[in-house]
């Protein structure tokens, strides 16, 4: 069986159907696939393909991508071969004898200094207060409440986005959301102030809701887009001062980073943020410097010696 688009396709049906994978997973597996398939010469078939042909394309790989990004095509590649050896249009995936190890550099997730993130949203609500027009008022009530919602519950920009009018119940205080591979997840809004700034804005936009169907609408009644909120973040930076580049992404670092730092439990967080392992959630467990200045100013056993 020759390695080409049919078979490709076939994979990425069984990942939409069976596997239940979002559009850009699925996305992402045909890049890869299409990127692997370009490597092999036209009469390549599936059944020659050997240990050595995957090591000398991993090689490739790290050679001109960041670790990261190999790490991901060779995943989607690895998962590929599991599935023609599953349904056995291979007798042996050329994977099996091939051990692969990584050395990613830890980077830790960068997160909005509290100080900064309340100059951010006071300068949101201050536009609000100035703007001249209906047309600037609701846009900025609007963002205001794409904010709020962002630091309120750590979801990520695409779930934001993905919201339908239908999942925000704000009779019981909650958002339904569906995280990556469609897991269904309940949030809890527990701040006052967030909740009337989400009331007033679906008030205000009930119209636009009700003709996309999406909660967060423009005031051409279109869903909002993950790009026009990240023109709007950049927006209000600038606005406020703030040198700082903030992206939507930070907001959910911050929010993770802040209630480790009030000590709840690292379980609990995993789950608000849809991690389906808890690794994931332990890169924000590096404590930052005024967690750290407190806990050896308070817990270093120093302290309490009488010298």
Known sequence: MKLHDTQITNYLTFCKSQKCLDVKTIRAYKIDLTHFASTMSAETSLYDIASR???????????IYKPKTAKRKIASL?????YCEFYEF???NPFDKIQIRFREPVILPKTIPLQTLELFLSTIYNQRQLATTSYQQKNALRDAAVIEL?????????????LKSCDVNLNDNFVLIYGKGSKERKLQIGNDNVLKTLNEYKNTFSKEIENCGHFFANQSRKPL???????????YASL????????PHM????????????????????????HSSITTTQIYTHVTLAKQKMILTTKHPR???CI
């Open 240 to 247: 406020a001062g703030i040198d700082q580049h903030i992206t």
């Open 53 to 63: 042909q995957i090591e000398s394309y991993i090689a490739h790989l790290h050679s």
């Open 90 to 92: 291979i007798e042996r």
């Open 303 to 305: 302290n309490g010696f």
């Open 78 to 82: 690895k998962a590929f071969f599991h």
């Open 225 to 235: 887009s993950d790009q026009s909120v990240r023109r709007m973040i950049q927006k």
């Open 150 to 162: 962002l630091f309120a519950t750590g979801i990520r920009i695409s779930e934001l986005c993905s």
């Open 251 to 274: 907001f959910r670092h911050t929010f993770a980073s802040s209630l480790l730092d009030a000590d709840v439990d690292i379980r609990y967080i995993q789950e608000m943020l849809g």
